[in-house]
C-alpha cells in the first residue's frame, strides 16, 4: 500500500516539477524586424503553437548579423548549402548574461527544415565553457556529446556575461572535426556517425533568451 501511495505521489509530482521548471525559465518574446533578404527562421517544433518568427529579431548588423532571441530558432540562407569536403565557421558574440545557460553554434547538413521531416547535424557552446553536439531527425535529437566542458570553450564573463567564441565544423572525406576558438574539441569518423548525413544547408542556431551577434560566417569548399 505505502509503495502504491509512494508511486501515486512521484507521478503527481513529475509534471509539476516539470511545469515549475518552465515557469522558472520562461521565453521572452521579442519585437521582430523584417528578415534580412534570403533568410528564414525555423522555430523549434515546440515553439510553433506558441510563438512566430515576429517573436525573435533577426537583423543585419555591420558585415554580420544580430539575434536577440524570443523562442530558439535555426537561421539559415538558401544559398548557404554545403556537400562533400568543407568547413562551416562562424564567430559567435554573446553580449550578456542569460538566466540560465544557453547555446548558440553552428548546424551542417540540414534537409527538409521547413517541415516535420527536418533533419541536421549541429554544434552548440553555452556560457558555463560547455559543448554540445547533436543530430535532429523530426523530433527527435540523437545526443552525439552531452553537456561537456571544454577549455577551448570561452566561458563568460562574470561581471559584464558577455563571451566570444569561434567555431567551426570540419568535413572531410572520412570525418568530422569540431573546433572552438582554433582549437579541436571533438572528432568523429563517418562511420561513427549511423548514417548521419553532412551534406545540405548550412546556418546557425540559437536557443531562447540570448543576444548574440554573429560575425564571420562562412563556409569554404574543401
Known amino acids: ?35 534580412p533578404a534570403g533568410w528564414t527562421v525555423r522555430l523549434d ?35 548557404d548549402q554545403a556537400s562533400g569536403a568543407f568547413t562551416a565557421s562562424a564567430s559567435f558574440g554573446q553580449r550578456k548574461a542569460p538566466p540560465h545557460p544557453e547555446a548558440y553554434g ?61 567555431l567551426a565544423m570540419q568535413v572531410t572525406a572520412d570525418s568530422v572535426h569540431l573546433s572552438a576558438n582554433g582549437e579541436r574539441v571533438k572528432s568523429f569518423a563517418k562511420s561513427e556517425m549511423h548514417g548521419f548525413n553532412t551534406d545540405g544547408q548550412v546556418g546557425v542556431r540559437i536557443n531562447h533568451n540570448l543576444d548574440v551577434h554573429i560575425g564571420n560566417f562562412a563556409i569554404k569548399k574543401g
Open 106 to 166: 553552428l548546424f551542417i547538413g540540414g534537409t527538409k527544415l521547413n517541415s516535420p521531416e527536418q533533419q541536421y547535424f549541429y554544434f552548440l557552446v553555452r556560457g558555463d565553457g560547455k559543448y554540445f553536439v547533436a543530430h535532429r531527425a523530426g523530433s527527435d535529437v540523437h545526443k552525439i556529446v552531452d553537456w561537456t566542458e571544454s577549455s577551448a570553450v570561452k566561458k563568460q564573463d562574470p561581471t559584464s556575461g558577455s563571451a566570444s567564441n569561434a
Open 45 to 79: 517544433d515546440k515553439d510553433q503553437n506558441r510563438f512566430t518568427i515576429a517573436d525573435t529579431k533577426f537583423v543585419t548588423m555591420g558585415p554580420g548579423y544580430h539575434v536577440t532571441s524570443g523562442p530558439a530558432a535555426l537561421y539559415f540562407s538558401d544559398k
Open 1 to 35: 500500500m505505502r509503495r502504491t501511495i509512494l508511486t501515486l505521489s512521484l507521478l503527481a509530482a513529475a509534471p509539476l516539477a516539470a511545469q515549475q521548471q518552465q515557469s522558472a525559465d520562461p521565453t521572452n518574446k521579442v519585437k521582430g524586424e523584417p528578415l
